[in-house]
């Protein structure tokens, strides 16, 4: 399996805010804007366009991650294996969000990670996506600061997953494996998460992080 880990981190290494505004802008996210090469500075740097078209490819970097992960999992010779099919794609999201962090191919300096975790998410356990996509569009709709809603859902990731992963396995059916392990492999990316977003808690400390609007009032604040 170290060799699906690598490549995951070497998929997350793809940096589509990078790649994206380089080509069809012809310009580097991360000399623009807050220096992030995320897709928060590509909407407020480029526009709703180059956004869009940086969605669909982190979409895609999921997609490979995880049902490339299931597909080669599913190989006669992981018979016997001892974790569940979840806490692998679990672990390949971890290796893929820090190459996305610190990828090998853009001198290790690349985005915050979240919309490529959220996209697992969403591919590996739906129903905490559920609950942490609430959660953040709550603390985005009341703060108007992205970085509250994506630290909010970092927190709330692992909390959401140990408790309906237990009220599943309790009450519903559910045949999770391992709880404590997927808990354990989340914590790193909730760290990962505060380190990237060091900036982004100092400036809402001092009051100068820009609050976000979908629809832009001539400039976000």
């Known amino acids: 399996m170290l060799a699906v880990f690598a490549a995951s981190y070497l998929v997350g290494s793809l940096n589509s805010a990078i790649i994206v505004t380089y080509l069809l802008k012809r310009k580097d996210i991360r000399e623009y804007g807050s220096f ?3 897709l928060t500075n590509v909407y ?3 526009g709703a366009f180059t956004a869009a078209v940086t969605l669909v490819m982190d979409f895609m970097k999921g997609v490979v991650v995880v049902f490339g992960t299931k597909a080669v999992y599913s ?3 992981f018979d016997g294996f001892p974790l569940d099919t979840l806490s692998v794609c679990m672990m390949s999201t971890l290796f893929a969000v820090l190459g996305h962090c610190f990828p090998v191919f853009y001198r290790f300096k690349g985005g915050k990670g979240i919309l490529l975790a959220a996209v697992c ?3 590996t356990d739906p129903v905490v996506f559920l609950c942490v996509a609430v959660m953040f569009a709550i603390m985005v709709a009341t703060t108007k600061y992205i970085s ?3 630290l909010s859902a970092c927190i709330s990731y692992p909390i959401f997953t140990l408790i309906w992963q237990s009220v599943s396995n309790a009450f519903l059916g559910g045949s999770y494996e391992n709880i404590g392990l997927h808990v354990l492999i989340i914590l790193p990316m909730f760290l990962l998460c505060y380190l990237r977003h060091f900036s982004n808690i100092r400036h809402l400390w001092s009051g100068e ?3 976000f609007y979908l629809h832009k009032k001539g400039e976000n604040e």
């Open 36 to 38: 992030n090469a995320g």
């Open 148 to 150: 509250v809603g994506s």
């Open 209 to 211: 992080e820009k609050k």
């Open 44 to 46: 407020r740097c480029f």
């Open 121 to 123: 998410m969403l591919l």
């Open 75 to 77: 190989l006669a010779i």
